[in-house]
């Protein structure tokens, strides 16, 4: 199979995650060869191309989808694996910005993600080690008060999955002193978040969908009356192409470029811990996270590792060594794990977007995109996903609300929006520090 190495990809196999090291089989498919011709073209086999795929091909459509490397092999195959229902941005921070009717919608949707997943489990029988509940943890007394405010405002918007819990109360749930308290939601959850996408795309040929892998995108034609997509060794003539490539799309559609920034963050799997010492780590295995503005993540495993992760480089570069850089947090976390030993550790990026803000639009009549979950692409891809099926199939309802957000350049540009964006988060660092 003929592969052309590219500068995100390498030889286009699996990170060496703990993900990829207990991934159920899956074949190895083809590449692009030739001249070929399909209805609906998706570029990325991650989750916002798989879940556009498969609600596409479960109204009917001819759909095929290409991808550089293996299926599921940037972010949706390596990140935290938590279910966590919101945007990057608060509901009160698009309220002010975009006003009440879109915060309504936003509110309306920032659970659909987690439905959708359990929904593509349970119809198609996806073994990914589905559990329910996440946690927000606050390590300050201003971070309590945030997430107290936080629970009443999506009460106020009809979302009432969600309780504050006290030092206490937390206990029961995250048996670590680091914590004032925290929230609860039990609408959360979290899976083994590679194969969830390995099981989406078995579910998407299952019902006559094509995927290319090995498949580097070289360039794409926007401007024809049938988009191109153009590879190494072939292309694809549509009649629409849909793009989500997001963090590892890179200068292939120079009009997507300016909008996001790749940003790495890393993770780490311990060795296994045994039941009983993992339980006395998270008593009712939920999903953890923190608020602050670099944030703490874990979980554990289904054969009881604590997978931790963190940290942030923008710009994409992979930490030089990832433990080193983890395991610090990890021991305030769970200072009784001071020397357990990591098995796995390994870096991914996501996409950010300047505003927090997904992305979703068009260029031209019959080119689609989506992007710039900044973070929360795990319940952000699949909503969006089904929104961009809808507008394939004629409803633009959903489509047009966020094709009508505006979206913002970070300052500095190409050149100097990492530096920008470094600052930036040294503030925010700074003020998580203070507790202010």
């Known amino acids: 199979m003929a592969f052309a190495a590219n500068s995100y990809a390498g030889d286009g196999h699996h990170t060496a995650s703990y993900y990829a090291a207990s991934a159920n089989p899956t074949p190895a498919r083809t590449g692009l060869t030739g001249g070929q ?14 879940s556009t795929g498969l609600h ?38 698009i309220k002010k910005r975009y006003g009440q009717d879109t915060a309504t919608f936003v509110a309306g949707l920032v659970q659909e993600g987690g439905n ?3 929904e593509r489990v349970k119809t198609y029988n996806i073994q990914c080690d589905l559990k329910d509940k996440n946690i927000f943890t606050g390590l300050t007394k201003a971070h309590m008060k945030e997430l107290e405010e936080r629970v009443k405002l999506w009460a106020s918007y009809g979302i009432e ?37 390995l099981g989406e795309a078995a579910a998407f040929e299952s019902l006559g969908g094509k995927i290319y892998e090995m498949s580097p995108v070289l360039s794409v034609d926007t401007e024809a009356t049938a988009p ?33 920034m790749p940003v790495s963050t890393q993770m780490m799997a311990t060795e296994p811990l045994g ?57 305030k976390v769970f200072p009784q794990l001071k020397e357990i030993k990591i098995d796995y550790a390994w870096s991914g990026n996501f996409a950010l977007s300047f505003s927090r803000v997904p992305q979703m639009g068009r260029i031209g009549n019959n080119t689609y995109y989506a ?57 925010y660092g700074l003020r998580d520090r203070l507790g202010v």
Request: aromatic share 8%; glycine share 12%; with cysteine.
């Open 371 to 427: 992007h710039g979950y900044s973070g929360h692409g795990v319940t952000g891809s699949h909503t969006f996903g089904k929104i961009l099926s809808e507008a394939i199939d004629s409803d633009l309802s959903r489509f047009d609300v966020f094709n009508k957000v505006p979206w913002y350049p970070f300052p500095g540009g190409h050149v100097f929006r990492v530096p920008y964006s470094v600052i930036g988060s040294w503030w």
């Open 116 to 118: 959708i997943i359990r």
């Open 228 to 260: 191109v997509v153009h590879t190494a060794n072939g292309s694809m003539t549509c009649k629409t192409l849909v793009l989500c490539g997001n963090a590892y799309l890179g200068p292939v559609v120079p009009a997507l470029t300016p909008r996001v």
């Open 161 to 197: 999955h969600q309780e504050v819990l006290d030092k206490q109360q937390l206990r029961e749930h995250v048996n670590s002193e680091l914590y004032e308290g925290g929230v609860i939601d039990h609408s959360g959850g979290h899976m083994h978040p590679l194969n969830l996408c």
């Open 275 to 331: 039941q009983a010492r993992a339980n006395q780590l998270i008593p009712t295995d939920a999903c953890v996270e923190d608020i602050r503005y670099i944030l703490d993540y874990y979980r554990l495993s289904a054969d009881h590792r604590l997978l931790f992760g963190g940290g942030t480089v923008y710009g994409g570069a992979d930490p030089r060594d990832i433990e080193a850089k983890l395991r610090p947090h990890m021991n």
């Open 37 to 50: 011709q399909i209805d609906i073209c998706i570029v990325g086999a991650g989750y916002s191309g798989l």
């Open 56 to 93: 596409l091909v479960e109204k009917g459509y001819n759909v095929a989808i290409i991808e550089g490397a293996r299926v599921g092999w940037g972010a949706s195959g390596r990140n935290g694996g938590q279910i966590v229902n919101g945007l990057n941005a608060s509901l009160q921070t």
